[in-house]
């Protein structure tokens, strides 16, 4: 939570492009993973990749699930619409994932997912 608070509290007054490039700096920097290669992956693929191959645990999965779902964010206010269905499409695949192994429930998390999907929906062909 702090990592990703520090990540965004970067993200203030930083144009797009800067915004995305931080974005992906902080993947590559926190969890040692190739934003590129992210993007790159079939969706179905996405929670093998990232957890047998890289390993990584829930924290880091909500942490890359967040950074994703704020640059689809960033790419639908930008009306880069396909961009942003890629990392929606992805983020949500984590979270949904992240939300089953932790076993709680969050008013503020599922309306912050509640959001993210109805941005999803929105960006359909």
Known sequence: VQELAKVLAR???KDFE?????M????????????DQIN???????LIFLL???KLEVPQLDFLAELLAKQGELLYE???FVESRHKFEKALI???YTEKKQ???????????TRYRKLFNQTKM
């Open 18 to 22: 800067e915004s995305l490039e931080i």
């Open 94 to 96: 984590i979270f949904d």
């Open 78 to 80: 930008a009306g880069h």
């Open 52 to 54: 047998e191959e890289k």
């Open 40 to 46: 790159g992956l079939n969706p179905d693929s996405l």
């Open 103 to 113: 076993q709680t429930y969050s008013f503020e998390r599922e309306a912050k997912l």
């Open 11 to 13: 993200l203030i007054g």
């Open 24 to 35: 992906d700096q902080a993947v590559t920097e926190l969890l040692k993973l190739d934003m």
